[in-house]
């Protein structure tokens, strides 16, 4: 283990059906792709695995760290240990995580859009080989497609989950979201019936549907025709940090569809909003994209709504529409 460079090494019985090379040529550069795998939010996403892809934006970590790399592929909370390939197909970091959404925004008063870090290559070959532990190494020479890469992360990655020893094993592996809780009630006497179930955060359900999208519209279409430019209003009570997008292609529907599994991609967004505002945010989305919704969001949790200074009302609600 080397807690300097967030690294360590497992040995376990699990078999995977491939390895991963570390890529030893040409040099990373500024801008390359980078196809980021792992397992986060276990229970509440896919079991099989999650993959994001994005940039190489920093070739130093926060704070010029020379051991990290900044990417612009989104991570959460499981992500980090997953593997961070390049356009081949090769090894090029170790995901660590982002920097705190909540601690920035108290900070600078905005919230850190698409900022992740990951332990360099070089550095993980430093620490394979000061434990003596073998690997391979490969030039990137040829480029895949991003399902290509995919299929090898999924292929090499394995899912870790640790338990702390004083404490009982789970029964499951699901993820559930809690709401603050007020002590509960003594239950009512035999033979009455008690208070009607109150859903886990049912206020993010209920106020995602008052998060609008305004406007789509694409900056710079000849330089870089996937990057969309959103308006967002929030016409919420709350303060909202991030959203999920759908986007759709083909013609237009009627309304947004109900399942992810209807759009042809999803992307989560950073944004900076208190009750009542209105902003901008951008993301990189597929080229064909041309229909967007708004899946879920973020809120600041209601307790904690007085540490962000609250904005004028909302507008009414949103209308229930794709925005092209």
């Not at 190489?56 to 593997?83: C, M, R």
């Not at 532990?133 to 991003?146: E, G, H, K, N, R």
């Not at 997008?245 to 209807?262: D, I, K, M, N």
């Not at 919704?293 to 507008?315: D, H, K, T």
Request: hydrophobic share 35%; aromatic share 6%.
């Amino acid at each position: 283990m080397d807690t300097g460079a967030d690294l360590a090494v497992l040995q376990t019985s699990l078999s995977v059906q491939k390895t991963v090379a570390i890529r030893s040529r040409p040099a990373l550069r500024l801008g390359e792709s980078v196809i980021a795998f792992g397992f986060p939010l276990t229970g509440t996403l896919s079991r099989g695995g999650n993959l994001t892809t994005g940039n190489v934006s920093a070739l130093t970590g926060f704070e010029d760290d020379p051991k990290y790399i900044q990417i612009t592929a989104p991570a959460q909370p499981g992500n980090s240990g997953g593997p961070l390939l390049d356009a081949g197909g090769n090894l090029v970091g170790v995901i660590e995580g982002g920097l705190d959404a909540l601690a920035a925004l108290k900070a600078t008063g905005t919230v850190p859009q698409n900022v992740t870090f990951a332990v360099r290559g070089d550095v993980l070959e430093t620490f394979l080989q000061a434990h003596k532990i073998p690997y391979d190494v490969a030039v990137t020479d040829t480029q895949l497609s991003v399902a290509d890469v995919g299929e090898i992360a999924k292929q090499s990655a394995v899912r870790i989950e640790c338990t702390p020893s004083a404490a009982p094993a789970p029964q499951s592996h699901r993820t559930v979201r809690i709401s603050p809780q007020q002590e509960a009630p003594a239950p009512p006497p035999a033979g009455q019936p008690g208070r009607a179930p109150v859903a886990s955060d049912a206020f993010q359900d209920q106020f995602v549907q008052q998060i609008e999208l305004i406007e789509v519209h694409t900056p710079y279409p000849s330089t870089a025709p996937a990057i969309r430019e959103l308006g967002i209003a929030n016409r919420s009570p709350y303060s909202v940090l991030q959203i999920t997008v759908g986007w759709l292609e083909g013609s237009l529907p009627q309304q947004c569809p109900g399942t992810r599994s209807a759009y042809r991609g999803t992307r989560d967004l950073f944004v900076t909003l208190k009750a009542g505002q209105s902003g901008t945010t951008m993301g990189e989305f597929s080229e064909q994209a041309r229909y967007f919704c708004v899946l879920a969001a973020q809120f600041l949790s209601p307790e904690r709504a007085g540490e962000l200074p609250s904005g004028e009302p909302g507008y009414g609600p949103p209308q229930d529409a794709p925005v092209r």
